[in-house]
């Protein structure tokens, strides 16, 4: 297997676009992708005639305008290369105008009051800067969406426009550092992507699985990640399987994917691909995460990408590692030999450590989803309060420069094995921090908040808004400026005092830490219910405002879309928790019951009394009982949410039904726990993730 071969085979690629569109055309379309000039409507037919001709040839007998609803899933409808001449002959057609633009009913998607029913027009517009591709038969056309007045309402049109407003305010730092030559600064990202395998035929015997995502039930298992024996270890010959047939997939269509791994838990992998721009690494992320699940389920496995698909264990993340890059290949986080003496390096950090502090509360709601709220905080994951690791040396660096005193960062150190015939290894300047959720590591950041079903798209808009802000400022303090080396030690000394509260080294799940967040003023925001208000803040969205991402309709909508998406969420996952325990559980705790009965009349009858299998029996009537007046109190408090405005009904989900699911939950399994094997009506925890 040849993977360079292999790679890009299924995607309208640079080498493709070369070999067969002009080149007056294809010049004018590199110009558009790669350096933000806007689309040449006169190179559009061209574009469209080759596209679908290098479609036939590869297998493609549809279109489709794919786009990104704000639901975390991808949509898109399919149309033939089709079309009928007057005299009744079929023949194949893609015209410029099925390319550039299409007309899925916006109506019918998350739009938060921005699209009522009976207006339904919307539109999908062409992103020529991320590549069309082909599955299924189908060619795949990435589009942003957009309501026939405008509005965003997808994930991809903002991120677009924060990379578009973002550019030349990097551009104008880079211009008063001295550089002349670098045409355009784009926002990188790589998504390391974490997910659970299990068998296929097990999930379908779980109703909460497959309505879900994740479990609402199950006890815990003899064995789960007590042993330290999954991560990094062997691949179960059944995923080697599955990990290679979808690699050959992804680089077949042009997904870089790099490494993979078993992870913490048991039945947990992850999937690490290499940086790409923000908005295509947000495609192929993406497209992934479909891949992932169509892929699995031809080799008899289910893929879930729920956040927390079984308690007591490791749940799943996704790992955003940012940094901001120029055509010319200059990273604004690479350190260099002499980071202290880096104007470029120091006037980034700084200007994150701003946006991060000034807008904490927006990163933390880009993470804000259900699934997380069982998540951040426990093993796996940070915190729900946001801070920045830097490390002590850098951390330090800044802290001299900020006191007018001339730092001095130490040569790498080397790792001593005292085995001989090891080779000689420099050490980082810091060590890892897993606890943080925005951590340095080494030329890039890495926002370890995120959940594994969540696109990435909105967090990277919020830092590319966040800095072309803080850009700007600095900016215009360089520009204006006698000594450069004296305005940066300046911004260095302004950023320390005025935003060095978000700076922590230390155990970010010490409770230490909370307390000591808490005194400096960081907003503590646990649930996916107070993070979501964040889109309602007026400094959040007087900055999207500013910076033309989001406008003040779309950020109220968006919390709307959020907010309601979170009622609907909850709401399932209890209903599917009263179905399985009245209908599922309960049935077969009473047959069980039927038999301890039917055993004890026996054993009576034979003159064997056995009073152990009495107080078992007793135990077990009064757990149904117990669990059939926890489904009663879930039952009421489902139906009491009703009559409430959205925030209320949210926060009445999160508080009231959300508590009465943990108790019920408990019932379940304790049952489980009590009831024979050979009766309990659904796969165990133990043949979810041992049994592949």
Not at 216 to 242: F, N, S, T, W
Not at 344 to 365: G, K, P, Q, S, W
Request: aromatic share 8%.
């Amino acid at each position: 297997m040849d993977i360079i071969k292999m790679y890009g085979t299924k995607t309208f690629s640079d080498e493709v676009m070369r070999e067969h569109l002009p080149e007056t055309v294809y010049r004018s379309l590199k110009d558009t992708s790669r350096l933000g000039k806007p689309l040449d409507p006169a190179i559009a037919d061209v574009v469209a005639a080759v596209m679908k001709d290098w479609a036939v040839q590869n297998g493609a007998t549809h279109f489709s305008h794919w786009f990104h609803p704000l639901s975390n899933v991808t949509a898109g409808k399919h149309d033939a290369f089709l079309s009928i001449t007057r005299d009744g002959k079929v023949i194949g057609e893609f015209s410029s105008s099925a390319l550039v633009r299409g007309e899925p009913d916006a109506s019918s998607f998350p739009s938060g009051g921005l699209r009522a029913t009976f207006e339904a027009r919307g539109y999908t517009a062409w992103d020529p800067s991320s590549p069309a591709f082909i599955r299924e038969g189908t060619l795949y056309i990435p589009t942003a969406f957009c309501s026939y007045s405008g509005e965003a309402l997808d994930s991809k049109t903002p991120l677009l426009r924060a990379m578009q407003a973002l550019n030349p305010q990097a551009l104008r730092v880079l211009r008063a550092l001295g550089n002349t030559t670098s045409q355009l600064v784009i926002p990188t990202v790589g998504a390391e992507q974490e997910y659970f395998l299990i068998d296929r035929e097990k999930y379908e015997s779980r109703l909460d699985l497959k309505l879900c995502g994740c479990t609402l039930m199950g006890a815990r298992p003899p064995k789960g990640q007590e042993l330290e024996d999954h991560y990094c270890g062997r691949i179960r010959l059944r995923v080697a399987d599955y990990m290679k047939d979808l690699d050959e997939q992804l680089w077949a269509l042009g997904i870089p994917s790099k490494t993979k791994h078993n992870e913490t838990a048991p039945a947990q992998h992850e999937l690490a691909p290499i940086f790409e721009t923000a908005n295509i690494a947000c495609d192929h992320n993406l497209n992934m995460m479909e891949v992932m699940r169509i892929t699995a389920k031809r080799h008899g496995l289910t893929c879930l990408l729920h956040e927390k698909p079984f308690a007591g264990i490791n749940g799943s993340g996704k790992h955003n590692n940012f940094s901001l890059t120029t055509d010319d290949g200059i990273n604004f986080l690479s350190p260099g030999k002499s980071p202290a003496e880096n104007k470029l390096f120091l006037v980034t950090l700084c200007a994150l450590i701003e946006c991060v502090d000034n807008y904490a509360d927006l990163l933390r709601m880009a993470a804000a989803v259900p699934g997380n709220d069982h998540r951040l905080g426990g093993g796996e994951a940070p915190p729900a309060i946001i801070s920045i690791f830097l490390g002590a040396e850098y951390t330090d660096m800044l802290t001299s420069i900020a006191k007018g005193i001339r730092p001095s960062l130490r040569d790498p150190a080397a790792l001593n094995t005292d085995v001989a015939i090891l080779p000689r290894l420099e050490k980082d300047n810091s060590d890892r921090n897993r606890t943080s959720p925005f951590a340095y590591t080494g030329n890039k950041f890495e926002f370890r908040m995120l959940g594994s079903s969540q696109s990435i798209a909105f967090v990277n808009t919020i830092l590319s808004a966040a800095l072309t802000d803080v850009f700007a400022r600095f900016a215009q303090r360089l520009e204006g400026c006698d000594d450069l080396e004296t305005e940066v030690a300046h911004i260095v000394a302004d950023t320390i005092q005025n935003h060095g509260r978000i700076l922590f080294n230390g155990n970010n799940y010490s409770r230490e830490w909370a307390e000591e967040a808490a005194r400096r003023g960081l907003p503590i925001l646990n649930t996916t219910v107070e993070a979501l208000d964040a889109l309602q803040n007026p400094k959040n969205v007087d900055l999207f405002c500013r910076t033309g991402v989001l406008s003040e309709t779309e950020c109220h909508a968006r919390h709307e879309i959020f907010m309601e998406n979170y009622v609907k969420v909850v709401r399932v996952e209890a209903e599917t928790m009263l179905y399985m325990a009245q209908r599922q559980i309960l049935p077969a705790c009473v047959k069980y019951m039927g038999l301890l009965s039917d055993s004890l009349n026996a054993l009576e009858k034979a003159g064997v009394e056995n009073q152990t299998l009495r107080q078992r029996l007793v135990a077990l009537s009064r757990q149904v009982e117990l669990l059939v007046q926890r489904c009663d109190h879930l039952l009421e408090s489902c139906h009491g949410s009703r009559n409430k405005d959205l925030r209320q009904r949210a926060g009445f989900m999160q508080e009231e039904v959300r508590s009465r699911m943990a108790l019920l939950r408990e019932s379940c399994d304790t049952l489980e726990s009590m009831v024979g094997a050979e009766y309990w009506p659904m796969p165990t925890y133990t043949d979810l993730l041992h049994r592949i």
